[in-house]
């Protein structure tokens, strides 16, 4: 007996984890699309220039390299082969740099309009690979030197490259990246990448050095990369923006290494494995949308790597719509009404291989235990080889977010793996709004059976206004259900407005509460709303519903409520009418629509402030002047100017008293019309010959006082 119990606790338990454990993610959300495509050849064409260029030679290099891949056939009739040639080769006769005739010869090369190359260009290239060069710096020299070698056009001496593997071990940190040079601190993935490509093209084999500890560095960093999130894989750069780059290189260079027979397969071949490749192709999709050539070159080499590699070509699984809509006519139809299409394609959105399509089960994303699906096939369709479609509203599913758990298994031989992978689709569905019922009565409890119950059927209105006073109190109850499976159901949103028909001003709105699944109630004293303003007439009363899986939110004009508030005592104590002057907001609304608009507002400043007479004014101008007054007259009376500057000098001092008056009359200008900004920044000019002058002037009287004793 304790044994069967052990064996049934231990099946509940794994039944438990089937139900809850998620699908680890084996296929891409996204492709490469055609329109994706069509965006990145527009991108070239607005690059293109009439010297034959694409801007930078830079970005020559790149749209050259894309429009020669087999997804570019349309970007390859933008480039003119005789004018591109001219102007790369410009590049491998001046300002040479290895940076610039790796571009030069990559397109030269590419357009099939390349020569052997000179001593000079040779020499450029050989010295981008010595031990001091930075590692970027070796990769574009050796990759220079590859094409060059390829096509014939470079004699050199191949010892030259002999001990590129043993500076690449200088290079290598213990985590498996590589620094850029050797006395310089830190290392990326990106490094990675262009270690393996070198490795790559100079046939690490053949070297003196083995290989196999760099070889064992590159794959090992696969175990290490960035994540995201489970279902993002990536390689990080230098920066950010280079993170695009670092992981095309890094995956690209490791499986060139192994079809070239640089790693071994038996020791290598396990380094990577499928969820690398699907999480790598995932941030591929997610990175489509690129602005520049660069980013575009990168993801050209990315996707390429993803669609040829030597680990796991991924089958990528789309569902065709985010949505299906539920009801009453297809929940009764037959065909192709409610059904969930699916498309199974390569990385780029081709036809990859004919397959099995499974739904193993659908299941409520809120609720997993909410299973509406199970075991079904889907039909392959007949027009398209890459669509399948399944009927997911068969049971009629409530409206939410629900999950698929798909397994797909290509037929017969195939380069692509057998996947299982879940997506979500979200299913909305129309509601009607049903046994609405509207009371007013005298007290707040709606069951105190005071007047008639009102009643309408959507989208019909109660015939005649209801009548109700501000001392009443409003009650209004309604219920929401599916118009497929009638079952009640929850919104997101349940109010009543009410709105003064006259003006069209909303009166008050009022949030009605869930009384339990799909029924709705509120009750609603008239006389405690500010929203009226006091204001009697007939109010239009709706019922509004809204939320997210809701094909039809309903807006339901049900009645017309004909509220009347007692009467408003006026200025002198005497009773207005109870339709006599319509607060403002409600006011403005009427006047704007009936009576044409409000008079202008004339705005009118603060009266300035009487000042004093003008003799009063004169006067204290006067009394601030006058020290400066009785400064001149004191020098003019006394005649001492003896000790003034003669000679050379006397220019100096003279330069020194008008600077000075210059400063006294910035001052008085200041006063009258600049401000304190402005005033500084003219004293500041003013500053550099005053002290100039001054200088001068005061070494001239320091000399003569000298001379005279």
Not at 276 to 286: K, M, P, Q, S, T
Not at 417 to 425: G, L, P, Q, W, Y
Not at 644 to 658: D, I, N
Request: charge should be neutral; aromatic fraction near 8%; hydrophobic fraction near 40%.
């Amino acid at each position: 007996m304790l044994k069967s119990l052990v064996i049934l606790s231990i099946g509940l338990f794994l039944v438990g984890l089937c139900v809850c454990a998620p699908i680890a993610p084996s296929s891409p959300t996204d492709f490469f699309s055609e329109s994706d495509r069509r965006a990145i050849t527009s991108l070239i064409s607005s690059s293109k220039s009439k010297d034959g260029s694409f801007g930078s030679l830079a970005d020559t290099f790149y749209a050259v390299n894309i429009s020669r891949s087999p997804q570019y056939s349309d970007a390859a009739k933008l480039i003119d082969t005789s004018l591109t040639c001219q102007y790369a080769k410009q590049y491998l006769n001046n300002k040479q740099t290895v940076e610039s005739l790796y571009y030069a010869i990559s397109i030269v090369e590419t357009l099939n309009c390349g020569s052997a190359v000179g001593n000079d260009v040779t020499t450029v290239l050989l010295s981008g690979v010595r031990p001091s060069s930075k590692l970027e710096t070796k990769y574009l020299a050796v990759a220079a030197i590859a094409r060059l070698s390829a096509a014939g056009h470079i004699t050199f001496d191949e010892s030259e490259l002999s001990g590129l593997v043993s500076n690449l071990v200088a290079l290598q940190e213990h985590d498996g990246t590589f620094r850029s040079e050797v006395d310089v601190k830190g290392s990326s993935a990106l490094n990675s990448g262009y270690v393996a490509h070198i490795l790559t093209l100079i046939n690490a084999q053949d070297q003196e050095t083995s290989p196999d500890e760099v070889l064992e560095s590159l794959f090992d960093i696969f175990k290490d990369a960035n994540e995201e999130d489970e279902d993002v894989f990536y390689f990080t750069g230098d920066s950010r923006l280079d993170d695009l780059k670092a992981t095309a290189l890094v995956l690209s260079g490791v499986n060139s290494l192994l079809q070239s027979g640089i790693a071994d397969r038996a020791t290598f071949g396990g380094s990577v494995t499928r969820e690398n490749i699907v999480g790598i192709a995932e941030f591929a999709v997610r990175h489509k949308r690129v602005a520049t050539l660069r980013d575009a070159f990168y993801l050209n080499i990315l996707l390429e790597a993803v669609s040829n590699n030597e680990w796991h070509v991924p089958l990528v699984l789309t569902l065709s719509q985010g949505s299906l809509f539920a009801s009453s006519r297809r929940a009764g139809g037959t065909g192709n009404e409610g059904s969930a299409k699916i498309r199974v394609t390569d990385i780029y959105g081709r036809f990859a291989a004919p397959a099995t399509v499974y739904i193993v089960r659908a299941y409520a994303v809120d609720d997993p235990r909410n299973v509406v699906l199970t075991n079904q096939e889907a039909v392959a369709s007949t027009e398209d080889n890459t669509a399948y479609s399944f009927n997911f509203l068969a049971k009629k599913p409530e409206p939410g977010y629900y999950t698929i758990e798909f397994s797909i298994t290509p037929k017969g031989q195939s380069r692509f793996s057998a996947i299982k992978d879940n997506r979500n689709i979200k299913v909305v569905s129309s509601v009607d709004v049903v046994d609405a019922q509207i009371r007013v009565s005298n007290t707040r409890d709606s069951e105190d059976n005071y007047g008639a119950v009102h009643t309408a059927s959507y989208p019909n209105s109660v015939a005649q206004p209801i009548s109700a006073s501000s001392a009443q109190y409003l009650s209004v109850s309604f219920r929401v259900k599916n118009q497929v499976s009638s079952k009640p159901v929850k919104v997101h949103q349940a109010f009543v407005r009410l709105t003064h028909v006259e003006s069209g001003h909303t009166a008050a709105s009022f949030n009605a509460k869930s009384v339990k699944s799909g029924q709705y109630s509120l009750t609603v004293d008239l006389n405690s709303q500010s929203g009226f303003h006091g204001v009697s007439g007939k109010y239009a009363l709706e019922i509004v519903v809204g939320d997210p899986f809701i094909a039809n939110a309903v807006s339901w004009n049900i009645a017309t409520l004909d509220i009347s508030f007692p009467a408003q005592s006026g200025s002198q104590g005497q009773a207005r009418p109870t339709r006599g002057r319509v607060p403002t907001t409600i006011e403005s609304k009427i006047s704007g629509s009936n009576r044409g608009g409000r008079p202008d507002i004339e705005h009118q400043f603060r009266k300035a402030d009487r000042r004093p007479p003008a003799v009063v004014s004169l006067a204290f101008t006067l009394i601030v002047l006058a020290p400066g007054l009785l400064l001149a007259g004191g020098v003019l009376a006394v005649g001492n100017l003896d000790n003034y500057p003669r000679g050379a000098s006397t220019m100096m001092a003279l330069g020194f008293h008008v600077c000075l008056g210059l400063i006294l009359g910035l001052f008085v200008i200041y006063w009258l019309a600049l401000n304190i900004v402005q005033m500084l920044g003219y004293l500041f000019v003013l500053s550099f010959p005053t002290i100039f002058f001054g200088l001068k002037t005061l070494q001239s009287v320091y000399l003569n006082r000298t001379k005279s004793n």
